[in-house]
């Protein structure tokens, strides 16, 4: 497309929209109105750019998923050459280069931990929920090929969020998305979220968390040798409101897992590569995990991939000669090597760019930019952790964090005020959130900041 389209065109694109497609986490009723449909014709750096030339500060990483920027030349690249050799082989009984390459790539960054056996096995899938997926069922069948048939528990975090599959969603304490599909639905244990923001009067972050910890070591203590694994979001529940918690939890929970025999499952899908100051949330902790999910940035943004990293230990359990007891879980597009390619050129920046040093200077820039909203009538909390900032509104923190993406009413109001000035936030419930990507500069997060204080100002009174 050489042109803009004109007024005309664009409402002929709406309407053809309309009358097709079913957007995700959406209600369509909203559209064409309180909710404008945005066409986006491309992407450079941290900015999108819609068909009518109208421009996007992506304030959110598209989802969360963005890291170096739009169109980054280097991974486009890579795409672009792969696809030009290999598309797609089934990845049952096959391999390839890209697919290889970044499993040792992954394995050889993953969070390491003094005395524990690192993690020593890659296993690909789609996306995030499909990764969550793959986690819970090789925990309890590794458990289960090992002759322990009673851990089928499993222990999430209240105010979690892991995903729309089903066993996914079952790890979930989101009301909103879990409460039609409960009957469908395992039933987790569901512990006390450490979370900062509701500590008691006086109390520190750790001292909150250490606390929860406690309330976790109960549960474990309440059905022994019954759970398989204990699942969570390091440091930041994110679409939980961006709740964010103290590193002394992963530890205990670290500890605890293991007095008990169960499984650790890390989610770092939202948290991993570099969002919150290390590669991987859990490195704060020094600890590692038996299963790590990764997925959103794992391609920077390009491709749908996830992948599950896993111990030697769960993967012996499942060598055997009988079909049963392999772990048969499958995906089409497993290994994609066009998404493996992706990855693999995603991984190598952050040593050419030096990125986490990069962003320990942006996320610096974003708590100066960020000190003044904490002033501001309709705001309760100001939150960071390394590269997502988080804005608690009065009008929030009544709530439980719950999520419930630009759901009406103040939140609505906040997006729709900011997409009008050219920036893309798109708040939780009443919770507004600064997720940029790795490629940020100092004008853009001046805009960001500006047009946060006129939103918090203008749609939250």
Known sequence: MSTFITPQ??????????????????????HPNSLPLIPIRRGRGAWLEG????????????WWTNLFGHAEPRIAEAVASQARELEHVIFAGFSHEPGLRLAESLLAVAPRQTGRAPLARVFYADNGSAAIE???????????????????????????YHGETLGALSMGDIPLYRRTYAPLLLQPLFAPSPDAFTAEPGESAEAC???????????????????SALILEPLVQCAGGMRMHHPAYLQRARAICDAHGAHLIADEIAVGF??????????????????????????????PLSAVLTTEHVYE??????????????????????ACAAAVASLAIFDEDDVLVRNRGIAARMTALAAPLANH????????????????????SGGNGTAVEIAGGMGLRAYRHAIARGVLLRPLGDV????????????????????????LTEAFT
Request: aromatic share 8%; glycine share 6%.
């Open 9 to 30: 065109d664009l409402a002929e694109w709406h309407r053809r929209d309309l009358a097709v497609l079913w957007h995700p986490c959406t209600q369509m009723r909203e």
């Open 51 to 62: 068909v009518d030339g109208t421009r996007y500060l992506d304030a959110i990483s598209s």
């Open 134 to 160: 793959v986690a819970l069922k090789m925990s309890f069948h590794s458990h289960r090929n090992r002759g322990d048939e009673r851990r089928t528990r499993f222990v999430a975090l209240s105010n979690s």
């Open 209 to 227: 968390a250490l606390r929860r910890a406690d309330a976790l070591a109960d549960i474990f203590a309440a059905h022994p040798g019954e759970i």
């Open 274 to 303: 570099g969002r919150t100051g290390t590669l991987f949330a859990c490195e704060q902790a020094a600890i590692a995990p038996d299963f790590l999910c990764l997925s959103k940035g794992l391609t920077g943004g390009f491709m």
């Open 317 to 338: 359990a499942f060598l055997d000669d009988s079909r049963e007891r392999a772990f048969l879980h499958s995906h089409s597009y497993s290994g994609n090597p066009l």
């Open 377 to 396: 009538p309709n705001v309760a909390e100001v939150r960071q952790t390394g590269m997502i900032l988080a804005i608690e509104t009065r009008a929030a």
């Open 432 to 455: 507004l959130y600064w997720m940029p990507p790795y490629c940020v500069g100092e004008e853009e997060l001046r805009l960001l900041a500006d047009v946060t204080a006129t939103a």
